[in-house]
């Protein structure tokens, strides 16, 4: 699994790239890579996602929850100029 957590990309690219894509909630997507890894990230503007998370198809579930809770904070710290350094907690 390559670690892309923490980082911004591009929506398009990320889509674009996915066997499965999902908005599971507002702002929350799902997105299975090459490696047949799900990665969770969250939409901050109509360009960016943020990859916060990657799971397993064991546990994909469960992360979602987890960070499903916290979409609408995470988009207000961006917004207001954090850096996904700084936003992300485990």
Known sequence: MSDKKGRI???DSLVNNSAFVKEQYEGLLVCSDEQG???IGIQLNDND???VDQAKETNVRERIQNWAA???DIQSKYSSGYEP???LQD
């Open 37 to 39: 890894f799900y990665n």
């Open 70 to 72: 916290q979409v609408q």
């Open 9 to 11: 990309i591009n929506k």
């Open 85 to 87: 350094s700084g936003i």
């Open 49 to 51: 996602v943020l990859i």
